[in-house]
Nanobody, 114 residues
Framework: QVQLVESGGGLVQAGGSLKVSCAASGSVSRIDAMGWYRQAPGKQREWVARIGNTYRNYAESVKGRFTISRSNTKDSVDLQMNSLKPEDTAVYYC?????????WGQGTQVTVSS
């Protein structure tokens, strides 16, 4: 089992920056990938970014603005968000997977004002 706890959300003006973080606990040695999803009001949850041992991938909508990073101990993942836009407003969810299951955090709100 893996538990995920996000932090770092908040309110920022358009063009600003914010970092959200996710701390993993439990069987973290089994985790092979971590990432971020987001869900805006009235919309489906969408994938934002993921990081594995040899790759980092980004959704087109955030490429060049967001950077995902993970600790060497694989027990935390950050998402640095720059040049934020109002359309980035959403609840951001941390995601992790091991060979057996996928795990989700409770989410952290990011609000970008215009």
């Amino acid at each position: 089992q893996v538990q995920l706890v996000e932090s770092g959300g908040g309110l920022v003006q358009a063009g600003g920056s914010l970092k959200v973080s996710c701390a993993a606990s439990g069987s973290v040695s089994r985790i092979d990938a971590m990432g971020w999803y987001r869900q805006a009001p009235g919309k489906q949850r969408e994938w934002v970014a993921r990081i594995g041992n040899t790759y980092r991938n980004y959704a087109e909508s955030v490429k060049g603005r967001f950077t995902i990073s993970r600790s060497n101990t694989k027990d935390s993942v950050d998402l640095q968000m720059n040049s934020l836009k109002p359309e980035d407003t959403a609840v951001y969810y941390c995601h992790a997977r091991d060979g057996f299951a996928t795990y989700w955090g409770q989410g952290t709100q990011v609000t970008v004002s215009s």
